[in-house]
């Protein structure tokens, strides 16, 4: 049984206590006490935390049931595994230990500060383009996006909380349906590149880029991933006419203006509803 003041579901301690007996059988008991966790405030869709076991730090991750319900259908419970079956893809992700359809256990990764939203940091970051080079190299290994029933399902979601906004909601679906008419699922994506997913990681005196959470990860759009990374990051006409430049030369798709905006456009809505 877990202690008093565990705040979650008693399956998700009892893998836990499983996972951590199994590679650490000596310094299990120490899960029991509160003072070695710490809780990390990043993040809107999971629960974080540092654990600490005598030397050993691990990132647990517990997603929300409620935010679970929002990543894209159909979902891939083991998506790290997937993910590590990419292997141009190994350098830039956290090792996972173990992973269900609701906890995840990863390495620590010794990281300086929190990435900001800064446009120009980004666009200076060739790791980052040398990373959405080899992730949109892949078009295997994880389910294709279809855009129409994302949508719908965002749509479904929303009503149920928000029934009184019927007609701004149905005209919400009416403008990303229309919008979606322009997507295209042609490769692996990552699908939620914000500062709160991107790790500077420290190692050996360098800094190296780490990028987590990947729920929402699967064959999209990569003009709908260049559309998310300019409203996470804030960026400007001439920053997103710069991020686009810079990702051609490190891909092997062409992504237009025209197309970018209307992909901004769709994650609005979409963020919207997601938002309800």
């Given amino acids: 049984m877990p202690p008093g003041w565990w705040p979650h579901a008693n399956r998700d301690w009892e ?15 120490q899960l029991l006490v509160c003072s070695n966790w710490q809780k990390i405030e990043q993040g809107e869709t999971n629960f974080n935390y540092c654990l600490r ?5 691990y990132f647990v991750q517990i997603l929300s049931q409620t935010h679970r319900e929002k990543r894209p259908v159909p979902r891939v419970d083991d998506i790290h595994a997937a993910l590590h079956g990419l292997t141009a893809l190994d350098e830039w992700l ?3 230990r173990f992973e269900s359809d609701r906890l995840r256990i990863f390495d620590w990764v010794k990281s300086n500060d929190k990435v900001k939203k800064d446009g120009d940091w980004l666009l200076l970051r060739k790791d980052f383009f040398i990373f959405l080079g080899a992730l949109h190299s892949h078009r295997k290994k994880l389910p294709i996006l279809n855009m129409q029933c994302h949508i719908d399902h965002y749509y479904q979601l929303a009503r ?9 909601l149905f005209s919400l679906r009416e403008k990303a349906l229309l919008l979606a008419k322009s997507f295209q699922a042609d ?5 939620d590149l914000s500062p709160d997913n991107i790790l500077v990681a420290s ?4 800094s190296t880029l780490k990028i987590i959470d990947w729920e929402y990860a699967c064959i ?3 003009a709908f991933e260049l559309a998310v990374i300019c409203e996470n990051f804030d960026l400007n006409e001439k920053q997103q006419n710069r991020l686009i430049l810079i990702y051609s030369q490190n891909s092997v798709f062409q992504i237009k203006r025209e197309k970018l905006n209307k992909m901004k456009l769709l994650y609005r809505i979409l963020s919207e509803l997601w938002r309800l």
């Fill in 15 to 29: 893998h836990l206590w499983k996972a951590i007996a199994r590679w650490e059988p000596d310094h299990a008991s």
């Fill in 94 to 96: 956290v090792p996972c």
């Fill in 53 to 57: 076991l005598s030397q050993q730090k």
């Fill in 160 to 168: 149920e909380k928000k029934s009184q906004a019927n007609s701004y």
């Fill in 203 to 206: 190692e050996l005196g360098t």
């Fill in 220 to 222: 999209s759009d990569p």
């Fill in 187 to 191: 490769t692996v994506c990552h699908n």
